[in-house]
């Protein structure tokens, strides 16, 4: 039986800052990660902002590629926000999560990769927690202060398992594919976000950039076993259509195929604590459920933990009820904000609204746009939803037989 201060089950951003701040804080940290190494199942995009580096004292090496543009396509028109600086950035989703965990050595931390969470129990006020080798079914056990759910959404420790019974849920799948120069160069600058029916009914398609003629390309759809828009139920139908349309060449190679299912839980209900085992991450729904952004949220949520165990640790504080209460005030109304404008803009079953939708944005600013989709910002959305729905009004009046929107080729 081996003693530690906390035990992480899950080496994503959630768990690898977690961990990360409480080993650097003096603490014996054990983080627990399933898969044998970080190349297996990287299936995020990455997409993010530049202050994620700041705010979580991450270097350059951790950056596939860095954007100056944010592009945004719908069925009929399309739009390019450019800076002649960087705006955002594409993290390597791989290289972020080694980062994390290869920042435990030279303190009291541990990283055990390939070991599953399989049970723990509670004694005397510590969990016992069991863990289980896949490759020789060898077990461990180890006893713990603070145990701590950090598998995302499977919610294996604290969730039991089990999915929540009321969610927004969204289907992602991406490939990473080689390109040649000149396709790269058409793409390596941007984020590049597809909207409406052409593109991903109920969801959205993306190209990123990464390095060395690498681009990752990618659809999502929300509510998977709906059919609120009609669509055809095959992903590779629409990811095909995207290469074909955008990568325009047959010379490309496929180096990685992944994808993921996510559960929000509506109005985060998640239980975030029950004694000394809490949850983090997207375990207690920290992803946003417009764009399904969620590393920063995950990152920032293994850090608030962090102070509150450490409180907890040094018998400052005997629950975790302010560590609920700090993560609920932070994201709690733009999140419930997100939720409607989710239901409302992926359930849009007339796509010339979705073109209006692009219309509205189109009169934001690139720090309006910022504001809206990554700081989730509640006058911004507010005014989106205003100037969409003036719009709207006037397309009826203009409606006589003539669309108002001019179609615009892509790039
Ligand atoms: C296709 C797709 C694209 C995305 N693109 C973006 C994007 O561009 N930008 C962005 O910010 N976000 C994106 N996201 C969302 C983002 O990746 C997640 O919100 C984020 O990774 C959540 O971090 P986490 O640490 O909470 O959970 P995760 O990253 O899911 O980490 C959980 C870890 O726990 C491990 N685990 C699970 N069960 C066990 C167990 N029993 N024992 C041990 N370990 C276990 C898992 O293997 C995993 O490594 C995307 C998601 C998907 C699906």
Not at 153 to 161: C, N
Request: proline residues 3%; aromatic residues 10%; hydrophobic residues 40%.
């Amino acid at each position: 039986m081996k003693q530690v201060d906390a035990v992480i089950i899950g080496a994503g951003p959630a768990g690898g800052e977690c961990a990360r701040a409480l080993a650097k804080a003096g603490y014996r940290v054990l983080l627990v990660e399933k898969e044998k190494d970080f190349a297996a199942k990287d299936f995020s995009s990455g997409g993010s902002t530049l202050e994620v580096l700041d705010d979580f004292d991450l270097p350059h090496s951790v950056v596939g590629a860095y954007c100056n543009q944010i592009k945004i396509a719908s069925s009929q028109d399309a739009h390019c926000w450019q800076a002649d600086k960087p705006v955002a950035l594409v993290l390597d989703f791989q290289k972020l999560r080694r980062f994390l965990a290869d920042d435990l050595s030279g303190h009291k931390g541990k990283v055990l990769l390939g070991w599953s969470f399989e049970a723990y129990e509670q004694q005397g006020g510590k969990a016992l927690v069991r863990l289980k080798e896949a490759a020789t079914g060898n077990t461990l056990s180890y006893e713990t202060q603070v145990l701590i759910d950090a598998t995302g959404t499977e919610r294996k420790v604290l969730g039991g398992g089990k999915s929540p019974a009321a969610a927004i849920v969204g289907t992602g799948v991406e490939f990473l594919i080689e390109v040649p120069d000149d396709v790269y160069k058409r793409h390596a600058d941007a984020l590049s976000f597809f909207i409406g029916q052409k593109w991903m009914p109920q969801g959205y398609a993306w190209i990123f950039p990464m390095a060395a003629n690498r681009l990752k390309v990618g659809v999502g759809r929300n509510f998977p076993h709906e059919q609120v828009v009609p669509h055809e139920a095959s992903f590779r139908f629409y990811l095909d259509h995207l290469i074909a349309s955008c990568i325009q060449t047959p010379d490309f190679k496929i180096l990685d195929q992944h994808g993921k299912t996510i559960a929000y839980t509506l109005h985060q209900r998640d239980r975030y604590f029950e004694g000394n085992v809490l949850a983090i991450g997207d375990a207690v729904s920290t992803v946003n459920p417009l764009t399904f952004e969620g590393i920063r949220h995950a990152l920032r949520c293994g850090r608030v933990a962090a102070k509150h165990i450490t409180s907890y640790l040094e018998g400052k504080t005997r629950s975790f009820r302010r560590y609920q209460f700090e993560m609920r005030r932070s994201s709690g109304l733009h999140w419930l904000i997100s939720e409607a404008l989710t239901n409302k803009i992926y359930r849009e079953a007339d796509d010339e609204k979705v073109d209006l939708m692009l219309s509205a944005l189109k009169t934001f600013s690139l720090s309006e746009l910022k504001a809206l989709v990554f700081d989730y910002r509640v006058g911004t959305a507010i005014r989106f939803v205003l100037n969409y729905q003036t719009r709207v009004i006037k397309n009826v009046f203009r409606f006589s037989g003539k669309k108002g929107i001019k179609p615009m080729e892509l790039k």
